[in-house]
């Protein structure tokens, strides 16, 4: 098969037909057929960028990524001063910073993942067919542009190669973010912030006497994770475990369950 660009094809099997039942027919091949890895792609057209893609090892990196999130729930749950807030603050900084927060569970993990084609029906089928998908169905769904973001960002960490305890302090460096609006006790958490950055940076300076770039590298590697969107996490690593289900009400269900 042929995985090189299609948007030239495409523009042109509108008028058509008979190419118009030859991709139909093609549709209807065994998904190994009609799927490619994109770690294989050469990147010569954006378009590719912007293919929407699924996990190739679906059963086996969602296990993994349900057990990151248990953690990093228990991360939350077992701090004290996280405890000591008010619980309108504890769910703004749980639905603001659980997705980054598990992405560092992640590379500290070393989950790595590969992603695949989702062997979706063409946007070009779905217009000429005339369909029309139900709004509860209309999600943000996960690109290869997304992937390859969340991919790069973990191999930032990984080059880092971050002790258990330059995690721990970045974590909670990530959690205790005062810039998150509403919050009761904003002037509490900065200052939670501000400890767990000094407590980071004494920790580099322990474990690295000679590199005096370290701890600016970790923090600019973790500003990398405010780009990452918590709906493509939820679509790639939990939607096809959850299905329907909102994750955030399974996350308020895990952190406040005592």
């Not at 190994?32 to 190739?56: D, W």
């Not at 721990?168 to 950055?197: C, H, I, M, R, W």
Request: aromatic residues 8%.
């Amino acid at each position: 098969m042929d995985n090189g660009c299609r948007c030239a094809a495409n523009r042109n099997v509108l008028s058509n037909p008979i190419l118009y039942n030859i991709l139909s027919q093609m549709d209807n091949s065994p998904p190994s057929q009609n799927c490619f890895n994109y770690n294989s792609i050469t990147h010569g057209c954006t378009c590719v960028l912007r293919r929407t893609v699924c996990l190739k090892r679906p059963s086996e990196i969602c296990k993994e990524a349900s057990a990151v999130l248990v953690k990093t729930v228990q991360f939350m749950k077992n701090l004290p001063a996280f405890n000591q807030m008010p619980p309108h603050d504890q769910f703004a900084l749980l639905k603001s910073c659980w997705a980054p927060l598990f992405i560092l569970g992640l590379a500290q993990e070393h989950v790595d993942f590969e992603v695949m084609d989702t062997c979706a029906d063409s946007m070009l089928k779905k217009i000429l067919l005339n369909r029309q998908e139900s709004p509860k169905m209309e999600r943000e769904q996960p690109t290869m542009a997304g992937a390859s973001k969340l991919k790069s960002c973990l191999k930032k960490f990984w080059s880092l190669d971050l002790s258990p305890k330059e995690y721990a302090y970045l974590k909670g460096t990530t959690l205790f973010n005062p810039d998150v609006p509403d919050l009761k006790a904003a002037l509490f958490v900065e200052s939670l912030q501000q400890e767990a950055q000094h407590a980071l940076s004494e920790v580099v300076q322990l474990l690295h006497r000679g590199d005096q770039e370290r701890f600016a590298q970790i923090l600019l590697t973790a500003s990398m994770l405010q780009s990452i969107t918590p709906s493509l996490i939820t679509e790639l690593f939990f939607r096809p475990v959850i299905g329907q289900t909102d994750l955030m009400e399974l996350l308020v269900d895990m952190l406040f369950c005592r």
